[in-house]
């Protein structure tokens, strides 16, 4: 199983990104994706979520600026981001989880917002 992270980078506040996440080795149409964070010295908070179904689940602080998709042709999951903040500044993982409870993370990608 591997995950490859990519899309992160520094952009200016109010400013849009788009991180994607390629997927290999595993099954994916049937599982569950998410997107986490982790900003310096705090916890890796989950970001969004998105079922084998295409229903979606937001933490309230990214809630109408952030959207999770699929492409399970492609086997690919996407985070895209617009009016970010500082406060958005972290590390970006993304996790695919299997219906029997296993969990896969990929490597992360950097996200620097400036005010």
């Known amino acids: 199983v591997q995950l490859q992270a990519s899309g992160g980078g520094m952009v200016q506040a109010g400013g849009s990104l788009r991180l994607s996440c390629a997927a290999s080795g595993i099954n994916f149409s049937i599982n569950t994706l998410d997107w986490y964070r982790q900003a310096p010295g705090k916890q890796r908070d989950m970001v969004g979520t998105i079922t084998s179904s295409g229903a979606t689940n937001y933490a309230d602080s990214v809630k109408g600026r952030f959207t999770v998709s699929r492409d399970n042709a492609k086997r690919r999951m996407y985070l895209q981001m617009n009016s970010l903040k500082p406060e958005d500044t972290a590390i970006y993982f993304c996790?695919?989880?299997?219906?029997?409870?296993?969990?896969?993370w990929g490597q992360g990608t950097q996200v620097t917002v400036s005010s």
């Open positions: 996790r695919v989880g299997y219906p029997d409870g296993r969990i896969y």
